[in-house]
Nanobody
């Protein structure tokens, strides 16, 4: 499956962005999908996961980020509000299926102070 992420950009502290990730194959509610991010010099870290309606967030984004999906559109979303400079990273969407994570190419989010 191929994943195409979009929606990143340059914003100021406190602003919002919505990331989208379109899958090339049908998404099923049982699929685990998620957003990870990687800042320069850091390891890739979990941002948010969603499966069968359940969600999980990194402590650093709880209350500010919301993950959702529209299976009819094969699209995963990440709504980000109250962005901080620490949120600056390349954001990757992923789909876990058949024991393997499939990753998109990433979209850059830069938050200026």
């Amino acid at each position: 499956v191929q994943l195409q992420a979009s929606g990143g950009g340059l914003v100021q502290t406190g602003e919002s962005l919505r990331l989208s990730c379109v899958a090339s194959e049908t998404m099923f509610s049982v699929d685990v999908m998620g957003w990870y991010r990687q800042a320069p010099g850091n390891q890739r870290e979990l941002v948010a996961l969603i499966t069968s309606g359940a969600t999980k967030y990194a402590d650093s984004v709880k209350g500010r980020f919301t993950v959702s999906r529209d299976n009819a559109k094969n699209t995963l979303y990440l709504q980000m509000i109250s962005l901080k400079p620490d949120d600056t990273a390349v954001y990757y969407c992923g789909l876990f299926r058949s024991g393997t994570w499939n990753w998109g190419q990433g979209t850059q989010v830069t938050v200026s102070s």
